[in-house]
């Protein structure tokens, strides 16, 4: 669970301000690929528009499986409410503008699996998944 916290703070940090800085060492700490790379491609997408999230989603994650082969890994399964996290322009002429999609669904299960590495040993977010069309 500390390494899917993290991997939220750090991507709450730079939703905030995608454009700002490199984000890859930070979350590199938190995630591992596919999961990191398609994080910070995300993140370039959004300072290429330019727009930055306000606000962050409300969670409630769970481990809900637990594989003890190796690498061990485990599931969670969280319920992502992002009624209250913008998208925002920052486009000039537009700064403020609302780009949030009307048709997204506003509460959907999310999930990760989070997989131990050696050398260091520590844990990572290897895989993320939205589940739009799974409200919860």
Known sequence: MVAYEGYWTVSNQAN????????????AKYAA????TQRIQ????????????????????????????QPPRVTITD???????????????EVGKNLNDPN??????????VVQYQDPS????????PHLDQTC
């Open 79 to 93: 319920c992502l409410d992002v009624s209250e996290w913008k998208l925002v322009s920052d486009k000039p002429g």
């Open 42 to 69: 995300a993140l370039a997408n959004f300072a290429s528009v330019p727009a930055h999230f306000v606000g962050e989603p409300k969670r409630s994650p769970q481990p809900t499986s637990v594989s003890l082969q």
């Open 104 to 113: 997204q669904p506003q509460r959907y299960k999310f999930t990760a699996e």
């Open 122 to 129: 520590r844990w990572l977010v290897q895989k993320t998944e």
């Open 16 to 27: 905030s301000a995608p454009g700002k800085q490199d984000w890859h060492a930070e979350l």
């Open 33 to 36: 690929d596919p999961a990191l």
